[in-house]
T-cell receptor, first 112, second 115 residues
């Protein structure tokens, strides 16, 4: 089973600040997804990346998939209180075309 | 609503009792997943159903756990002789075709507390 390590585990910042969270593994993933989960809710998909070096932007969120497809980052510009939540990365194991391995997540709090 | 629904939303039970958790996936989605999320942890894969194929049960932690999916739609996760370490949020997700790149749509989860 491939392991995904996310860092930092916790992050508390002020509204307007920028931040980056990381998702790392020693293994190669065929694709990687980022989800956000709010308290009492299930995770919601933000983005899927499939190509090494790929960069995707979603409003103030920028996602990057490492060239070797072993790591990914999520950068948020000018964070807002509505960005508060648990950010989870999930990678598809190379030998499986349906199973995702989830990291433990980064709990982000954006204070007004 | 058109989303994934789960019931009950909360379940408190005594150690040793059996529990059943229900998931109603999005209509037309052939793939259904169950995950477990312990406090402060990520999602742990439990089981995967795809159409009429044999399910992937490789994530079930013990033989006390079982799941069924009837008619390619509703799924039930059963935990027999519950233990305190079974306390967690159990999440169900469905996707259109089950590819890893598909969007998985999650339900709100069932919070299970074993006393």
């Amino acid at each position: 089973t491939q392991l995904l390590e996310q860092s930092p585990q916790f992050l508390s910042i002020q509204e307007g600040e920028n931040l980056t969270v990381y998702c790392n593994s020693s293994s190669v993933f065929s694709s990687l997804q980022w989800y956000r989960q709010e308290p009492g809710e299930g995770p919601v998909l933000l983005v899927t990346v499939v190509t090494g070096g790929e960069v995707k932007k979603l409003k103030r969120l920028t996602f990057q998939f490492g060239d070797a497809r072993k790591d990914s980052s999520l950068h948020i510009t000018a964070a807002q209180p509505g960005d508060t939540g648990l950010y989870l990365c999930a990678g598809a194991e190379g030998s499986s075309n349906y199973k995702l391995t989830f990291g433990k997540g980064t709990l982000l709090t954006v204070n007004p | 609503g058109a989303g994934v629904s789960q019931s009950p939303s909360n379940k408190v039970t005594e150690k040793g009792k059996d529990v059943e958790l229900r998931c109603d996936p999005i209509s037309g989605h052939t793939a259904l997943y169950w995950y477990r999320q312990r406090l402060g942890q990520g999602l742990e894969f439990l089981i995967y159903f795809q159409g009429n194929s044999a399910p992937d049960k490789s994530g079930l932690p013990s033989d006390r756990f079982s799941a069924e999916r009837t008619g390619g739609s509703v799924s039930t996760l059963t935990i027999q002789r519950t233990q305190q370490e079974d306390s967690a949020v159990y999440l169900c997700a469905s996707s259109l075709s089950g590819r890893a790149t598909d969007t998985q749509y999650f339900g709100p989860g069932t919070r299970l507390t074993v006393l």
